[in-house]
């Protein structure tokens, strides 16, 4: 997951998490925490910066109105917002940082809110500036262009924001959007509420003696235990809970969907899709090929699912048993281990890749271990553009942890060299791109680990990793994004999104995808609520970037671990372009059209060539 400051672009992906990890028995070891001193030397410092900012913001005033007087002024106008973004990105970072490495903690708390505050109020100052860039006009601000070198890093944002003029409103109605963010995020935060802190979870008694509440963190530690009973039991139980409140959350759901058809409409777009996606100008026609390809590529899922009935000696495949792993490994890593394994997996991306990434290893960017307090979970902060990125994860010794630390990682060489190439304006990468990083550096360690495995029992381990990673990403999320699309459709016909009709949506849509019709899995009615449980869906229409990312992955890795030096050369640039241009673009000039067919068959065809190896196995 990367995780960008909030003036940038902010996001979580954790599913509903119980806040605090487990601590290790000692210290943990100082080169296995951040240094956040290379931002501020002590929160007195950020305190100081923090009140700067807010000081500089009511002089963006004195720029509005002038903009279009002559290029120098302009040139001035946009230096200045954008030292500010910067400075605030920064100030971002430790905030959260430190938030998030003790949430316990009422100052680091207080700390954050006191910086989201301050980019409420950036974002409420420069608001007048693309209302008035849009008056101006294309062919002015293209002789400022001209005329002025001190705009060379702000071409494309000019461009990007001349391009959304039919969608840009009036100053007083771009002020009036931009302050109700508060009252369009508030299905997301009652959601929130709910889902965290208010539920009554269920308790249930295994078959052990164990009791365990089904809470997020509880369902997601049992519902791959090897008792079938017990799986069903944590199941039925924990969706059980969540259908008590199907009209609560469909209320909230419903108000989130709502609340973009709303925008959507103010803002000009035909529907809630290519206003959601048009930030990036990515073409709605991605979107759909994503959806329209992943349907056609069922009958692979369908096969993985007949493969996993028949390794786990069942009869018949429940819902139940979708998590359960077909092999168990033992084996225990350190984090050097993991630094290892990821620098040799990498090694066909070139010397100076894994160089960079050793550099990051051996420094203090990241905050690898659990401990009391600290945030669940994974992500990577590049928010701190004149410093480096950094990276929160929980090391647990498993091979997840391992694959997380090369995913992570793939994020923070992605923003290294973005930083490296792109002045701070053009630097700042979208979603679209960034999770092809990641997911590249996952799949060349897959490779390796499937490659090097010295037994049968390992080899078919790691397949399953591998597999799991294409069904859950590629599939389960691009189901994800056929839900979004049916819900928003839905409701821009005028039909009401209560509990019972999103559950209905969502219950054909998982009956599709396990192939329940075919008799592929068997998909109980109860579970058609699981929607509930995702809040990815309070982000209208982003998820589908995890599977648009793992097929550009799949059709670059390939190519690069066979050792094609110009196909390496091409994805580096990728990564080196940054945001200085649209990501739908970036990949097309790289040779990957992702609104074709290409991305989604290669990560089609890996899944097909990974069950032709786990077949081989099962019958050898």
Same mark, same amino acid.
């Given at each position: 997951?990367?995780? #960008?400051?909030?003036?940038?672009?902010?996001? +979580?992906?954790?599913?509903?998490?119980?806040?605090?990890?487990?601590?290790?028995?000692?210290?943990?070891?100082?080169?296995?925490?951040?240094?956040?001193?290379?931002?501020?030397?002590?929160?007195?410092?950020?305190?100081? !910066?923090?009140?700067?900012?807010?000081?500089?913001?009511?002089?963006?005033?004195?720029?509005?109105?002038?903009?279009?007087?002559?290029?120098?002024?302009?040139?001035?106008?946009?230096?200045?917002?954008?030292?500010?973004?910067?400075?605030?990105?920064?100030?971002?970072?430790?905030?959260?940082?430190?938030?998030?490495?003790?949430?316990?903690?009422?100052?680091?708390?207080?700390?954050?809110?006191?910086?989201?505050?301050?980019?409420?109020? #950036?974002?409420?100052?420069?608001?007048? %500036?693309?209302?008035?860039?849009?008056?101006?006009?294309?062919?002015?601000?293209?002789?400022?262009?001209?005329?002025?070198?001190?705009?060379?890093?702000?071409?494309?944002?000019?461009?990007?924001?001349?391009?959304?003029?039919?969608?840009?409103?009036?100053?007083?109605?771009?002020?009036?959007?931009?302050?109700?963010?508060?009252?369009?995020?508030?299905?997301?935060?009652?959601?929130?509420?709910?889902?965290?802190?208010?539920?009554?979870?269920?308790?249930?008694?295994?078959?052990?003696?164990?009791?365990?509440?089904?809470?997020? $963190?509880?369902?997601?530690?049992?519902?791959?235990?090897?008792?079938?009973?017990?799986?069903?039991?944590? #199941?039925?139980?924990?969706?059980?809970?969540?259908?008590?409140?199907?009209?609560?959350?469909?209320?909230?759901?419903?108000?989130?969907?709502?609340?973009?058809?709303?925008?959507?409409?103010?803002?000009?777009?035909?529907? +809630?899709?290519?206003?959601?996606?048009?930030?990036?100008?990515?073409?709605?026609?991605?979107?759909?090929?994503?959806?329209?390809?992943?349907?056609?590529?069922?009958?692979?899922?369908?096969?993985?699912?007949?493969?996993?009935?028949?390794?786990?000696?069942?009869? !018949?495949?429940?819902?139940?048993?979708? /998590?359960?792993?077909?092999?168990?490994?033992?084996?225990?890593?350190?984090?050097?281990?993991?630094?290892?394994?990821?620098?040799?997996?990498?090694?066909?991306?070139?010397?100076?890749?894994?160089?960079?990434?050793?550099?990051?290893? +051996?420094?203090?960017? %990241?905050?690898?271990?659990?401990?009391?307090?600290?945030?669940?979970?994974?992500?990577?902060?590049?928010?701190?553009?004149?410093?480096?990125?950094?990276?929160?994860?929980?090391?647990?010794?498993?091979?997840?942890?391992?694959?997380?630390?090369?995913?992570?990682?793939?994020?923070?060489?992605?923003?290294?060299?973005?930083?490296?190439? $792109?002045?701070?304006?053009?630097?700042?990468?979208?979603?679209?791109?960034?999770?092809?990083? +990641?997911?590249?550096?996952? %799949?060349?360690?897959?490779? $390796?680990?499937?490659?090097?495995?010295?037994?049968?029992?390992?080899?078919?381990?790691?397949?399953?990793?591998? %597999?799991?990673?294409?069904?859950?990403?590629?599939?389960?999320?691009?189901?994800?994004?056929?839900?979004?699309?049916?819900?928003?459709?839905?409701?821009?016909?005028?039909?009401?999104?209560?509990?019972?009709?999103?559950?209905?949506?969502?219950?054909?849509?998982?009956?599709?995808?396990?192939?329940?019709?075919?008799?592929?899995?068997?998909?109980?009615?109860?579970?058609?609520?699981?929607?509930? /449980?995702?809040?990815?869906?309070?982000?209208?229409?982003?998820?589908?970037?995890?599977?648009?990312?793992?097929?550009?992955?799949?059709?670059?890795?390939?190519?690069?671990?066979?050792?094609?030096?110009?196909?390496?050369?091409?994805?580096?640039?990728?990564?080196?372009?940054?945001?200085?241009?649209?990501?739908?673009?970036?990949?097309?000039?790289?040779?990957?059209?992702?609104?074709?067919?290409?991305?989604?068959?290669?990560?089609?065809?890996?899944?097909?060539?990974?069950?032709?190896?786990?077949?081989?196995?099962?019958?050898?």
């Amino acid at each position: 997951m990367i995780k #960008f400051g909030a003036v940038l672009l902010s996001l +979580s992906l954790l599913a509903p998490a119980v806040l605090g990890a487990d601590a290790p028995a000692s210290p943990p070891d100082p080169h296995l925490v951040w240094d956040l001193s290379e931002l501020y030397p002590s929160d007195t410092a950020w305190d100081a !910066e923090r009140k700067s900012i807010a000081e500089a913001l009511p002089g963006l005033a004195s720029f509005k109105g002038t903009l279009g007087n002559d290029a120098a002024r302009l040139a001035k106008a946009l230096h200045t917002v954008s030292d500010l973004r910067r400075r605030l990105g920064r100030l971002d970072t430790y905030a959260s940082l430190k938030r998030d490495e003790d949430t316990r903690n009422a100052s680091n708390q207080d700390r954050l809110q006191r910086v989201e505050l301050l980019e409420n109020d #950036f974002s409420t100052a420069s608001a007048y %500036m693309d209302p008035e860039v849009v008056a101006i006009g294309a062919t002015k601000i293209n002789q400022f262009i001209a005329a002025d070198p001190a705009l060379k890093s702000f071409v494309f944002g000019l461009k990007d924001t001349l391009r959304l003029a039919p969608h840009t409103l009036g100053d007083q109605a771009e002020g009036v959007l931009a302050a109700s963010g508060e009252v369009r995020g508030a299905p997301g935060r009652i959601y929130t509420l709910l889902a965290n802190a208010d539920l009554p979870w269920p308790t249930v008694t295994l078959s052990d003696g164990r009791q365990v509440k089904l809470d997020s $963190q509880g369902y997601t530690a049992t519902r791959d235990l090897p008792n079938r009973d017990d799986r069903k039991k944590v #199941f039925d139980a924990f969706f059980g809970k969540w259908a008590e409140y199907k009209n609560s959350f469909g209320a909230t759901l419903g108000g989130n969907v709502e609340g973009t058809i709303f925008e959507a409409h103010t803002r000009h777009y035909p529907n +809630s899709v290519s206003f959601a996606i048009a930030k990036h100008n990515i073409p709605e026609t991605v979107y759909r090929a994503l959806v329209d390809e992943a349907n056609k590529g069922l009958p692979t899922l369908y096969r993985y699912f007949e493969l996993r009935k028949k390794l786990l000696g069942l009869p !018949e495949l429940h819902y139940y048993d979708m /998590y359960v792993p077909l092999v168990k490994s033992d084996k225990s890593y350190t984090v050097d281990e993991a630094k290892k394994m990821t620098l040799s997996a990498v090694a066909p991306l070139g010397k100076d890749y894994v160089d960079m990434l050793a550099k990051g290893f +051996s420094e203090s960017w %990241m905050h690898a271990l659990p401990q009391p307090g600290k945030k669940p979970g994974a992500y990577m902060n590049p928010g701190a553009y004149d410093v480096h990125p950094y990276v929160l994860a929980n090391f647990t010794g498993n091979y997840d942890s391992v694959s997380t630390i090369a995913h992570e990682w793939g994020h923070a060489m992605h923003s290294v060299l973005a930083e490296k190439n $792109q002045p701070f304006e053009t630097a700042n990468y979208p979603i679209f791109l960034a999770e092809i990083a +990641s997911t590249t550096n996952e %799949m060349l360690l897959q490779d $390796q680990q499937i490659a090097n495995a010295r037994t049968k029992e390992d080899k078919m381990f790691f397949l399953n990793q591998a %597999m799991e990673t294409i069904r859950t990403t590629f599939y389960r999320q691009t189901m994800f994004a056929e839900f979004e699309l049916k819900a928003h459709e839905a409701g821009e016909k005028g039909e009401a999104l209560t509990g019972d009709a999103l559950t209905k949506i969502y219950l054909d849509l998982l009956k599709k995808y396990h192939g329940d019709a075919q008799g592929v899995v068997k998909i109980d009615d109860l579970y058609g609520v699981e929607w509930e /449980y995702i809040p990815h869906f309070y982000n209208d229409f982003y998820v589908y970037q995890y599977a648009t990312s793992l097929s550009a992955a799949a059709y670059f890795s390939h190519a690069i671990a066979a050792g094609d030096t110009k196909v390496r050369d091409t994805y580096l640039n990728v990564l080196k372009s940054g945001g200085s241009d649209y990501p739908y673009d970036i990949l097309k000039r790289a040779g990957l059209d992702m609104a074709s067919s290409a991305p989604y068959q290669a990560i089609i065809a890996r899944m097909n060539m990974l069950l032709d190896q786990m077949d081989a196995l099962q019958k050898g």
